[in-house]
Nanobody, 124 residues
Framework: VQLQASGGGLVQAGDSLRLSCAAS????????MGWFRRSPGKEREFVAG????????AYADSVRGRFTISRDDAKNTVYLEMISVKPEDTAVYYC??????????????????WGQGTLVTVSS
């Protein structure tokens, strides 16, 4: 069971970025998938989540309207599209999987599998 996050990097405020999270060794189709982030000196926080059928999504207030989570179960991959990024979006971004299928839970304790994280740095 493995999740591999990628796509992070150094960008300027206002830029766009797309993160990917590819699963291997298992199928994500029956899992809620989420993105979390940890900024320097802060606790890990929920960013976005998507239900197993892709119908429902949830976002943190700080990113709603700027970030979009999506999934491609055929590719076994989840994405996080980030637009109009801000310096406060600087963090290590983690993807995670929750056994729950139909409800996006925002607490990290419910997520069973985690990727290794990808660093996003937004300069002002």
């Amino acid at each position: 069971v493995q999740l591999q996050a990628s796509g992070g990097g150094l960008v300027q405020a206002g830029d766009s970025l797309r993160l990917s999270c590819a699963a291997s060794g298992w199928r994500i189709s029956n899992y809620v998938m989420g993105w979390f982030r940890r900024s320097p000196g802060k606790e890990r926080e929920f960013v976005a989540g998507i239900t197993g059928n892709g119908v429902r999504t949830a976002y943190a207030d700080s990113v709603r309207g700027r970030f979009t989570i999506s999934r491609d179960d055929a590719k076994n991959t989840v994405y996080l599209e980030m637009i109009s990024v801000k310096p406060e979006d600087t963090a290590v971004y983690y993807c995670a999987a929750d056994h729950e299928r139909v409800i996006v839970r925002t607490l990290s304790k419910f997520y069973n599998y985690w990727g290794q994280g990808t660093l996003v740095t937004v300069s002002s």
